[in-house]
């Protein structure tokens, strides 16, 4: 192996999520009159912590989402993946040849602790992450595109930045790895090429990843 660890990212990479989250985040927006639609939702929010959510549309709009848009939100994205949330399809062996080969890994996402738990044991995948391997960017200050989410779950694993490889599907993501150092893969399942340029490699099937890795 050529990294010392693997960070994923969690919303696209691990869980199939974007699709869910995206489309209930632009309905949830319209709905609050502010027009936004599936692929707005992608380009402007795709891979962000809800800060950014706020902060867009208070610098586009002048106006402030409601004090309860949070919960809301994070309601109705729970339930969907409740019925629909499923693991991106190669994640779990991935996972198995990591455990097999013994490369620590971990989740770096900017979802809540909260979420990442829901999503996980929707999609079959709580087992493979204990307290220990799951970071949020509810532990940090800044959200990505900086890099402190990165560099916080390096520290804690114990890793130097420069020994880990970052999993990411999310411009802003890839940004962030950069920036704490890391080399990055870009996950294009769901989003072009050409917007992860940044990343060390690109990949488009998830049952690639592991031989990619060693």
Known sequence: ?????????????????????????????????????????????????????????????GQRLPGDFDDV?????????????KAVPGAVDVLGKLVAEGVP????????HERIRVGHRAAGLERW?????IFSSEDVGRGKPAPDLFLYAAERMGVAPERCVVVEDSPLGVRAAVAAGMDV?????????????GATRLFGDMGELAELLI
């Open 1 to 61: 192996m050529r990294y010392d660890m693997v960070i994923f990212d969690n919303d696209g990479v691990l869980v199939d999520s974007e699709p869910l989250s995206n489309r209930l985040l632009a309905a949830y927006l319209t709905e609050l009159g502010h027009p936004t639609s599936y692929e707005d939702s992608l380009r402007d929010y795709m891979g962000a912590a809800m800060h950014r959510v706020h902060d867009l549309v208070a610098e586009r709009t």
């Open 73 to 85: 939100f994070h309601g109705r994205v729970f339930a969907a993946f409740e019925r629909e949330l």
């Open 105 to 112: 890994y971990c989740v770096a996402s900017s979802g809540s």
């Open 129 to 133: 992450f204990d307290d220990g391997r």
């Open 185 to 197: 893969y870009g996950f294009t399942a769901m989003t072009p090429a050409a917007r992860l340029s």
